[in-house]
């Protein structure tokens, strides 16, 4: 399945030119974590995704949701499509610059951060920084991990959520870091003073995690 994006290319790309993947959340689109581009670095490519389900109010969907069944919460075969697409997909981008020796980076908001966990811990020898953003790990996506932790040592994550979020409830975030502290993956877990967003204070330490 090929994925629409957009993307915005630096003047010059070489085969170590550094590379991040944006995945936005449920009802969003292409064009919603793609206003970060502004503080990121110039020499990236920043590519972002449109993911492939349309949804109620002309936004897309890595995957349905069911917000009355907690048991069926998620869709997870259209999650594991999402997932084979979305990592067929930065194959074939990756391939098609010639990024041999630059690194891949990775930012997903809440559905497209659910997504993130998965492509890293599945794939960490792709991956190297990773920020999920109001999201959360789902264990049904995390069947498979990598556990091992040298393969793991090259990845660093960055996980936010608000104190107040209705959408993905701060305990559900919360459970990040006691997964990746016990898979001894290198992260930062932070709470803001926000609901299901991204506030002034998130985007900046957002922004410096990026720029180190």
Known sequence: MNLDYIVREPENITPDTSILFMLHGYGSNEQDLFSFRESLPEDWIIVSFRAPKTTQFEGYSWYDIDFNNPEKFIDIDQAEESLTAV???????????????????LCGFSQGGILCYALALKYPDLFNKVACLSSYPEEKLLTNIVKDKKRLENLRFFVSHGTDDAIIPLEWGRKAADLLYDLSTYFTFREYMSGHGVNQKNYIDLMEFFSK
């Open 87 to 105: 990592t067929e997909n930065i194959m074939k981008i990756v391939n098609n610059y010639g990024l041999t020796t630059g690194k891949t980076h």
